[in-house]
Each structure stands twice: as C-alpha cells, then as structure tokens.
C-alpha cells in the first residue's frame, strides 16, 4: 500500500507540472501511447503468475525439483537457481519475487537447512537474470522499444551479459555461504494439487506463453490472452479465488507516477546533469562509466526511474544495453533498488525469515560491482 501512496503522490506531482505548462499535454499523451502497452503487460502477467500459483502448479515444480535433489543442498540450491532464472527471463522479475520466494523458504524449513541462501539467490537472480528478454523487466520493455528490436534480436544483444551476470550472482551466493549450500536434506514427499484440472490448465496455458512472449508480438496480447484463459478457468472450477487483489493496483499506480515524475524532469531539464555523468562512447570504460552512474542511480531512487532519466544519454544500442546492465543487475544494494527487493522482503516478512538490511545492503556492495563489470565487459566483447 505504501507503493500506491507514493505513486498518487508523484501522479500529483505530473498533473501538477502540466497545470504548470512544464509538462505539454502533447508529451503526456505520447507517454501514455508507450507506457500503457507495458502497464497493460504487468496486469496480465502478474494475474497470470497469481492463478497458476493459486492453481498449485508452482507448488508441484518445487516439489519435483526437492525429489529431482535426492537430499543433497547442493542440487536443490542449483535446480532453484535454474528456476529463478527461468521465472525471470520469461515472467519477469517482480514474478519471482512474488511467487518463488515463498516456495524456496517452505523447501528449505522442509529441509532443515537455513533459507537464506535460497532467499538471496531469488531475489539477487530476479534482478541480475532479468536482462536477456524484454518481457524480463519493465526497463527491458522502454528499452526494446526504443530500439524495435524483436525479442530474439534483443537477446541477441544480451545474452552474453545475461550469462555473466547470473554466473557471477550464483558463484557470490555460493562462495558466502559454502557450508549451508552442501548440507544434505531429507526429501519430502510430493502432494497432489488440491485442484489437477485447474493445475494443467495453468500448466498448458504457461507453457503456450512464453514462447508466445519472445514471438514479436505485442507482449500485453498473449499475457491477456493468458489472463483471461486462467480467469475462466478459476470462475467454473473455484470462483472464490477472483478477487481484486490479483489486479496489482499498487503496482500500477506506483508505475504510472514514476513514469510521469520522470517525464516532468525530463521536460524540466532537471536530468541534463547526468549526460555529463555518462559520458558518450562506447569503448569498454565508457560502457563501464554508463552501468556505474545507471547501478548508482537505481540504487539511489529505484531502477525505473533512473533508467527513463538516463536512456536520453544512451540512445545507441550497445550504450543501452550497458545502461540496462547497471538499473537491472547493479539495483541490489538497497531496499528499494527494484521493486522486486521490496515484494520480496515482504514476502519473507510475511514468513517469519528475518533478513537483516545492513547485512544485505554489505552483500549487495560485493556483488553489484562485480556483476556490473563482469556483464558489461561480457557485453564489450560481443558489440
């Protein structure tokens, strides 16, 4: 709910730059034409991610994978990772912060083994992994438009810093935390969904998405698609599950504020003191110099934000990338560096794990530099 109050306020802070004349009326529409496409993605997806979760069918993959492990840490925190990844690239980050967190800390009080190194590699991996696919993250989506790039033609661009990234996340989680990773486990016994028609109903219609997702069609089709197919499904089978709380307003609002703060910024002339910030260039350290200043800044004031204040400054491609490199895998140093850290630290909250800020704020000053760097040279050598 704080979320939403911040949005409100900064939605007031856009209506009152137009009153004001800061903010045109013609570049508030234009916004709106770019904006509402991706909003209209994050609804779909998001109900999407809340029905199949409902539909048990999350629940049965984490079961398959604690039976896959064979008691060994080691495997279950690999086969999470995979899943991470997986749930990141094609459903978006905040998708994984929301839906894998809860599951991960139940596998690992299942196990007896600390959940925090589980914790730790959703939410690092929900950020670092979400670079490959526009649908990947809500900065990956502004940035695929700027470009009108087909999504495998953006992964054609990001791959080789996607890899880096999540190698460099995994190998921090896995060199801090060595002895609760290789920890042996006893497995736990796999439990039937409450509902398996509605479980392979939501396993058929995940499974036709994403690969509708990377196909170059308008991303907020198929996830409406999707939406209205588990919709319909849970109306027949368990309507008590439709309730309005699967519509992220928070979110949305929240969103639409940053989007129109920024935008009056912009209009403002606020943000040209980052263009001497970045640089221009794209050799390796002009690349560097352009994550760093982008991983600051999503530190700073949220990924979002900072990347709609710098992408003006980035406008060539690879230079683009590098700045996705820095908003996306560099915002794991503070709270409220991505949303997906706050839903995730709810999440947690809401499970009795206790994480502490300063100890995470430490962690993220080890990994954000080195997954920075490691992905965007990955990214010099293939431009």
Known sequence: MRIAI???????VGIAAVAAGVLPVSDLTALAGRVLPILAFVVAVTIVAELAALAGLFQVIAQRLAAFARGRAIVLWLLVLILAAVSTIFLSLDTTAVLLTPIVVSLAAHARISPIPFALTTVWIANTGSLLLPVSNLTNLFAAQQLDLHPLQFAALTAAPAAAAIAVTAAIVFL????????????????????????????????????????????????AVAAAVLVIAFAVRRPAALRPGLVPVPLVLFASGLFVAVEALHQADV?????????????????????????????????????????????????????????????????????ATLLWHARLTSMGVQ?????????????APLTVTAATLALSVVA
């Not at 911040?6 to 007031?12: A, F, I, N, Q, Y």
């Not at 409450?194 to 396993?203: G, K, Q, R, T």
């Not at 300063?358 to 990994?367: D, E, I, K, S, T």
């Open 271 to 339: 943000t040209e003191v980052l263009a001497a910030a970045v640089g221009t260039g794209s050799s390796p350290l002009d690349l560097l110099r352009l994550a760093g200043v982008g991983a600051a800044s999503a530190n700073a004031i949220n990924n979002l934000p900072a990347y709609l204040a710098i992408e003006p400054f980035a406008s060539e491609p690879v230079r683009l990338i590098a700045l996705l490199i820095g908003v996306n895998a560099g915002a794991i140093i503070t709270p409220w560096g991505s949303l």
């Open 6 to 12: 911040v949005g409100v306020v900064l939605l007031g």
């Open 355 to 367: 994480i502490s800020w300063p100890r995470f704020m430490l962690l993220g000053l080890l990994a």
């Open 176 to 223: 801090t935390r060595p002895r609760q990773l290789l920890a042996r486990f006893e497995p736990e016994h796999p439990e039937r969904p409450e509902d398996p028609v509605l479980a392979w109903v939501a396993a058929v219609t995940v499974a036709l998405l994403v690969p509708a997702l990377i196909s170059g069609i308008e991303v907020w089709i198929p996830a």
